[in-house]
């Protein structure tokens, strides 16, 4: 296990997360010793930025909230414009664990985009119906799209190499679902190699999940749109985007 982790950004994104953001940053701070934590205030109604900074994180507020799509395309900004080595996205809501960073890291000497799994033989996370179902639809797919067998596409826990760091500053997609779905798509499309880390999830600190049984269909429905969309967008618009 490496000692010191400078060069590692580790962007959080939150909203209104004030309950767990200050102690999802210690304990970044403790177990990866020379690792930077931004803070990505997307926009909250709530203390998240005052208690972020109280832990040690750099923060940056967004004017609004744009979504996990739109605060982590600026930390990856964040971190091409400074010349960080790589980007891992933690959530801001204590489920990610910061000692499974390494693992992450490690996979990257042989891979861009490192992949925390909740569904490969790690934890006890389990989801079921229909969003048990779009998570095999998606995986299935986009294992085939990446070349790789990928279990859990829809994790937010992921390291970033250099490539995938200068392709998501500039392209890293805002919308609904984009931030996991179409930001793999993008990055197989560019010729990045994908991987993923067996991790186990923990429970929430606080707050209430985002989807809740009875949304399961709706998100179900969602969840296959934006797949759809993902992959007939021409890959030209990408490139275009980055050109302007």
């Not at 931004?38 to 979504?67: C, H, Y």
């Not at 998570?135 to 797919?141: A, K, N």
Request: proline share 5%; glycine share 8%.
């Amino acid at each position: 296990m490496r000692a010191d982790f400078s060069g590692i950004l580790i962007v959080v994104p939150a909203w209104n997360e004030e309950e767990s953001v200050g102690a999802v940053v210690r304990d970044v701070r403790h177990t990866l010793p020379g690792a930077t934590c931004l803070v990505v205030d997307d926009g909250s109604t709530d203390s998240t930025s005052l208690r972020a900074k109280e832990a040690g994180a750099r923060v940056v507020r967004l004017p609004f909230n744009l979504g996990v799509g739109g605060a982590m395309r600026l930390g990856f900004k964040f971190a091409r414009d400074a010349g960080f080595d790589a980007v891992v996205q933690i959530d801001a809501d204590g489920q990610h664990n910061p000692a499974d960073v390494p693992a992450l890291l490690d996979a990257l000497r042989t891979s861009d985009i490192a992949i925390g799994a909740r569904f490969a033989g790690v934890g006890e996370y389990a989801a079921r119906g229909p969003r048990r179902w779009a998570m095999r639809l998606l995986s299935s797919v986009l294992s085939r799209v990446a070349r790789t067998k990928l279990t859990d596409t829809t994790s937010g826990f992921r390291a970033c190499g250099p490539k995938a760091m200068a392709i998501f500053a500039e392209n890293y997609p805002a919308e609904y679902l984009g931030d996991t779905i179409e930001a793999l798509v993008i990055a197989a499309r560019e010729g990045c190699v994908l991987t993923q880390v067996p991790v186990a999830m923990n429970p929430r600190m606080a707050g209430t999940p985002s989807h809740n049984p009875a949304k399961a269909a709706v998100y179900l429905a969602r969840v296959v749109l934006s797949l759809v969309f993902a992959l007939v967008k021409p890959t030209s618009s990408y490139r275009e985007a980055a050109a302007t």
